[in-house]
């Protein structure tokens, strides 16, 4: 009886456990950014609750260097004079390391930083956790620290220029 018990209760606290704990993430326009810390490119760490008083763009995408991903960060890049302009800080989020995030700025000369989430925990945070490569998906993120924006489908051609537009229209 008591074995039985235990099968049970342990089977429980599994289950309890498994949906606590599940990779489904349902992030909202209007509620407050879930902080975290990554280490940059240079092993520099970033809190996202430091940068409360500046908008930011969170950015998540699957590999450096790889098509899709490369048009995306140097569509960012084309208008990043207009980013600096507005005061609005960048942050590239992948589960590449330092290194192949070094490699990937210096080759396309991004003048933004790129975050490494090794261990999936802040994709998990924001639901864009994928088995192999984050889901690409950006955040923009109010000078309060809220979600004002959240791109499902992201154009890596134009994205640079639609986040612009799009914090134009909604904060100022």
Do not use: W
């Not at 940068?51 to 995306?72: A, L, S």
């Not at 992948?94 to 995030?101: C, I, K, L």
């Not at 070094?102 to 933004?112: N, S, V």
């Not at 639609?162 to 914090?167: E, G, K, N, T």
């Amino acid at each position: 009886m008591i074995k039985m018990i235990s099968k049970i209760s342990v089977m429980t606290l599994i289950m309890i456990s498994c949906n606590l704990f599940s990779d489904e993430v349902h992030i909202k326009e209007g509620q407050l950014a879930p902080d975290f810390t990554l280490l940059d490119q240079n092993g520099k760490p970033h809190t996202l609750s430091t940068y409360i008083g500046k908008k930011v763009v969170i950015y998540f995408y699957p590999k450096d260097d790889t098509p899709g991903c490369t048009k995306e960060a140097c569509s960012i890049r084309d208008s990043y004079d207009d980013f600096i302009n507005k005061d609005i800080v960048v942050f590239g989020i992948s589960y590449d390391n330092s290194t192949t995030h070094q490699k990937f700025i210096e080759k396309y000369k991004l003048p933004f930083n790129l975050l490494s989430d090794t261990e999936k925990l802040v994709s998990q945070l924001y639901g864009t956790k994928g088995a192999f490569f984050p889901i690409r998906k950006t955040f923009l993120v109010d000078e309060s620290g809220k979600i004002v924006k959240i791109y499902d489908q992201v154009s890596v051609l134009d994205h640079g220029n639609d986040i612009l537009r799009d914090f134009d229209k909604i904060i100022d």
